[in-house]
Every structure is written in structure tokens, then in C-alpha cells.
């Protein structure tokens, strides 16, 4: 079963730094987005770019990298974690993971 860009809502946000299609993102100001690094709480995901300004899905099913090997499926507070990864957190907004897959390390999280 795939869930991606089910229910995707997305928004155009200026760019702090260097934003790649693919990159987890965190707010950094006000309008503005960043790479999300380790432990910050993720927003969305860069799903396209154009000279300083990305669309970054807000809402909606996307497979994301995992690196971490205790995730299951369920609703779950992430975070970034390294290499443009999620985590599980102890803060921030719950997302609903709805599937696993350990042997390739991602996750289709419904943002």
C-alpha cells in the first residue's frame, strides 16, 4: 500500500540557507524554512524549489528516511535526526506513521 501525497497540502516559504528538494524542513524565522537539523521538529518536506523560495509539504503521506529502529506504526511525536532522517521525540506535533520498513530504513508517515 502506498499513502503518499494523499491529503497534501503544501505552501511556498522562503529559504534560510541551502533547502533541497528531498530535505526534511524546520521553520527558522518568520516565512522561512531551513534543512532541518538533528532534534529539530520537522514542518514538512522541500517537494520543490525555485531560486529562494521551496513548496514544503505541510500535510499528506510521504516516505521519509529512518533512523530509528524503535519506530512502529501509530501516532508518534518525530523529529530530524541525522542524514535527513526522523526520529522518535519526546516533544512537538504527533504524525501518524503508517508503515515500517526496517530493511531499507523508511517510514510513510502521514504529516
Known amino acids: 500500500m502506498n499513502y503518499n501525497q494523499i491529503g497534501e497540502v503544501t505552501a511556498t516559504f522562503q529559504t534560510s540557507g541551502t533547502v533541497n528538494v528531498g530535505d526534511l524542513v524546520a521553520m527558522a524565522e518568520n516565512s522561512t524554512v531551513e534543512t532541518a537539523a538533528a532534534n ?39 523529529k530530524a535526526a541525522s542524514g535527513n532522517s526522523i526520529a522518535l521525540a519526546t516533544e512537538g506535533a504527533y504524525h501518524l506513521v503508517v508503515s515500517v520498513d526496517t530493511g531499507v530504513k523508511t517510514a510513510m508517515v502521514i504529516l
Open 40 to 78: 529539530d521538529e520537522v514542518i514538512g518536506v522541500c517537494v520543490s524549489k525555485n531560486g529562494s523560495y521551496v513548496g514544503v509539504q505541510l500535510k499528506g503521506g510521504t516516505t521519509l528516511a529512518c533512523s530509528d529502529s524503535t519506530l512502529t506504526v501509530g501516532y508518534h511525536q518525530l
